[in-house]
């Protein structure tokens, strides 16, 4: 399995190089770089607007450096990096895009329709909730390692680590 090369949330913008303090908003972009997804995050003031070539990209507010931290999920994110990941066929995109959707199911975003299976591929059928698109992902048949594995690329990526 390929594992990702993503550099965790830094707390410093990436055009000044100044520490991002507790409570500032700030920006991240996801670039897709090589076939790997590299992070870039930055200050209000810095920020250029929509970088040309982002995967995805996203705002919030640095978390407080002291006490446990629990992430805040982002719907509208999960759903725009499992869209942007729809008709990848690179086995680490399919399995990143596959726990997008069981993310994204949790959440009640997507609801689960059917799995169709055709030799030993499976096929989930999923409905958004919100617009009623059918979305269809394949099952890349995880193991519980490979799952945590994905799982943990998936917040860090997301900045959730």
């Given amino acids: 399995m390929i594992e990702y090369q993503i550099q965790a949330n830094t707390r410093r913008c990436h ?5 991002l303090q507790p409570g500032e908003r700030f920006y991240s972009v996801l ?5 790997q997804f590299v992070r870039q995050d930055y200050s209000k ?6 970088p040309e070539g982002a995967f995805s990209f996203w705002s919030g507010t640095v978390p407080p450096l002291e ?3 629990r992430p805040r999920f982002d719907d509208d994110l ?3 990096c499992f869209n ?3 008709g990848q066929t690179e086995s680490d995109r399919i399995n990143f895009r596959y726990v997008l959707a069981l993310l994204l199911m949790r959440r009640k975003r997507l609801k689960f329709e059917e799995a169709k299976v055709a030799g030993d591929q499976e096929t989930l059928s999923l409905r958004c909730s919100r617009t009623g698109t059918q979305h269809q992902v394949l099952n890349p048949r995880l193991t519980e390692e490979e799952m945590a594995t994905v799982q943990e690329e998936v917040f860090k990526v997301l ?3």
């Fill in 84 to 86: 942007r990941l729809e």
């Fill in 15 to 19: 055009v000044s190089g100044r520490e």
């Fill in 78 to 80: 999960l759903l725009d």
């Fill in 31 to 35: 670039f897709d770089q090589g076939g």
């Fill in 45 to 50: 003031d810095a920020w250029p607007g929509h």
């Fill in 67 to 69: 006490g446990p931290r």
């Fill in 159 to 161: 900045g959730w680590q």
